[in-house]
């Protein structure tokens, strides 16, 4: 039993990890859990009250649900957007661009509720980890950071016995396949991702499952830039995150923006992950292809030196360091 009574918070996203995290922090802390769920996109109202519904049945004394969207946008992708970022050539930093601000607004709650600890549910498998505790520990370097399924090894077996020993309502168990969604893409994972013989399969797509055995119309439509930014799609003028939910829509049953990226993740081990990134795509090849189509040879030169701090900014949020002291001053406008 902890002497220290404060609220544990728990960054929540309501799989089988974070799901075994609320009881089990409970029982072996002694402290209450705030579960918090930042939005960073792809949750809507259904999911968000389902969440909400499953932290309380898990124990969780509060559940929160903090509005990050536009955050994202303003402090993430535009940057990814203005120095055309992708991660090894491919993969447009669907999902892991987000957790550096979502552990932003998770000390921040920390501060806000007395709080000395803050738990994820990461494993030690992959780069969430690391972007986690290297923006929790710069934000707030007196922040006890708790990752009990990665420092006790727990299996998938082992977290589900414990639920189910518990009384806890247990996570979905219909899809082979991990997914997490954000406003700038999907992830997915499964065993077809642990090596590099084999693609998944096509079911396991979310936004484009039948774009090539059922091929959609071709269809033609306009984006509209102002500085940098996504401002109008058809005509229609959008604020850059309701536009790029509508592109997304738009462009995912066409194919655009999938793919699957090997690379080297921040560990140093190699990493295979499956991707959906239509407007992320969409959107990088209108802001690359514009200048060169606008500009002089004389002006483009000018075009690659603005680049250049641009993208460094936005490949900070792949290992967590976007929080850096020396971001603010490069991504200035």
């Not at 120095?83 to 921040?108: H, I, K, M, S, T």
């Not at 959008?238 to 560990?267: F, Q």
């Not at 990134?277 to 209108?286: F, W």
Request: aromatic share 6%.
């Amino acid at each position: 039993m902890s002497k220290d009574q404060s609220p544990i918070i728990l960054a929540f996203s309501g799989g089988l990890d974070t799901s075994f995290c609320v009881p089990w922090l409970k029982e072996h802390y002694g402290r209450e859990v705030i579960t918090a769920c930042v939005d960073t996109g792809g949750i809507d109202a259904q999911a968000a009250a389902a969440l909400e519904k499953r932290a309380h049945a898990l124990g969780a004394i509060e559940h929160i649900l903090i509005d990050s969207k536009q955050d994202f946008f303003d402090t993430v992708i535009r940057y990814l957007i203005a120095g055309n970022v992708l991660r090894g050539q491919a993969y447009p930093l669907c999902v892991g661009a987000e957790r550096g601000l979502q552990a932003e607004r998770l000390a921040q709650l920390a501060a806000d509720r007395g709080a000395t600890t803050v738990a994820h549910g990461c494993t030690a498998a992959g780069n969430d980890q690391v972007r986690f505790e290297v923006a929790l520990r710069t934000l707030n370097p007196g922040l006890e950071v708790l990752a009990p399924v990665r420092d006790n090894s727990w299996v998938r077996e082992e977290q589900l016995a414990y639920l189910e020993k518990h009384g806890m309502p247990l996570p979905a168990q219909g899809s082979d396949y991990s997914i997490n969604r954000g406003l700038w893409g999907i992830s997915i994972g499964g065993r077809e991702t642990l090596t590099s013989e084999n693609a998944i399969p096509e079911s396991a797509w979310v936004l484009s499952a039948s774009a090539f055995s059922e091929p959609l119309e071709t269809s033609h439509h306009q984006l509209q830039f102002e500085q940098g930014i996504p401002v109008a799609l058809d005509g229609e003028s959008l604020s850059p995150v309701a536009l790029i939910e509508k592109l997304e829509a738009l462009a995912g049953g066409y194919g655009v923006g999938r793919g699957i990226h090997l690379g080297d993740t921040v560990l140093g081990t190699k990493g295979r992950v499956a991707f959906e990134a239509p407007a992320a795509i969409t959107l990088r090849s209108i802001s690359r292809c514009g200048p060169a189509t606008c500009l002089s040879r004389v002006s483009n030169p000018r075009i690659r030196c603005w680049r250049r701090p641009k993208a460094f900014t936005g490949k900070l949020p792949a290992s967590g360091r976007q929080a850096m002291p020396s971001v603010t001053p490069v991504s200035c406008r």
